[in-house]
């Protein structure tokens, strides 16, 4: 089987099917990650950077490990510790990295559309692990499994994001990913925190009542406020935008019975996200999104990298 894809850029240049395989490679790779030895042969000899220009908890981390159960090589780099701080130019580190004959670069960094640079001056395969507001792939695959897993399909299901629209590559990502899946899709944001031309945006419908909305969906994913890229005044305070858009344990009564709540983390507790809603047992998939970041990023590994298949059949 030879996947159509060399990099993992825009989830929108990805197929229904190509997204179902990477969500049922990922299903596979759940009893791997239930051994005792969690690690398969399948990518050995191939070769990884992590090139994390920003900070990561989940994502970095999230590959470093998938890496390992792949056993492929991994060179964590970027940042103030390398020599991008003396001026050395985006071409002549990537350059600089080709020449020790890697076979994949994973990409973090606060510039839109640094992986696409990346992959055109390189080579070597590329997955975008978030660029600046633009997109972050992989989240969106992992959100998709989260949700397939709890729900069982796409078609028909009714999912709000909700939040700082605006400025998520989060969303850039999730919302094209779900209309490929066939769910209908509601942005829900203060009209501060939507693009100026919220048609853009490619969702079945926008609103900023989240009152209104929240009885109709079956899945409601949060988006954290990303105070670090908010300029001006959005709103007036995190305690307003807590009471109008934070999903509080008050909203709970407003919720379908079965309907769940997703997060990307990390979550600013109090302000889009409270606690009895985070932490909630039967609603709250946030953990699993956690587990499903590193069942994704092997899949996604595996199937670029055209991994062999020993070992994972093998016990
Ligand atoms: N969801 C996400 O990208 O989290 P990190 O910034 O911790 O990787």
Not at 18 to 38: G, H, P, Q
Not at 129 to 152: C, R, V
Not at 257 to 262: E, G, L, N, Q, R
Request: aromatic fraction near 6%; hydrophobic fraction near 40%.
């Amino acid at each position: 089987m030879t996947f159509p894809h060399r990099h993992l850029i825009d989830i929108a240049e990805y197929s229904r099917d190509d997204i179902m395989l990477m969500l049922e490679t990922a299903a596979s790779f759940k009893e791997v990650n239930e051994r005792r030895i969690k690690q398969v042969p399948t990518l050995k000899g191939a070769t990884i950077v992590n090139m994390f220009n920003e900070p990561s908890t989940r994502t970095r981390s999230s590959f470093e490990i998938a890496e390992k159960r792949l056993s492929a090589n991994s060179l964590n780099f970027g940042g103030s510790s390398t020599s991008t701080v003396k001026g050395e130019s985006l071409s002549d580190t990537v350059e600089t990295l080709c020449a020790y004959k890697i076979d994949m670069i994973i990409v973090r960094d606060k510039h839109a559309g640094v992986p696409r640079k990346i992959a055109d001056l390189s080579g070597v395969h590329v997955i975008d692990a978030g660029d600046g507001k633009h997109q972050h792939p992989t989240q969106a695959l992992l959100d998709l499994y989260s949700i397939w897993e709890e729900k069982g399909s796409f078609e028909g299901l009714n999912v709000g994001i909700v939040g700082d629209i605006a400025h998520s590559r989060v969303c850039g990502s999730l919302l094209p990913a779900l209309k490929i899946m066939g769910a209908n899709t509601v942005a829900i944001a203060p009209p501060t925190l939507l693009p100026a031309r919220p048609d853009v945006l490619g969702a079945d419908e926008v609103s900023s009542d989240l009152d209104a909305v929240l009885p109709d969906l079956d899945v409601v994913y949060m988006l954290r406020v990303q105070r670090e890229r908010l300029e001006g005044a959005p709103f007036p305070s995190l305690r307003e935008y807590n009471l109008l858009y934070g999903l509080t344990q008050k909203r709970d009564a407003l919720m379908k019975p079965d309907a769940i709540v997703c997060h990307p983390g990390p979550i600013n507790r109090g302000v889009e996200l409270d606690s009895f809603m985070a932490d909630h047992p039967e609603r709250s998939v946030i953990l699993d999104q956690v587990y499903a970041g590193i069942l994704v990023r092997m899949a996604a590994l595996y199937l670029l990298l055209g991994g062999s298949n020993d070992g994972i059949d093998a016990q």
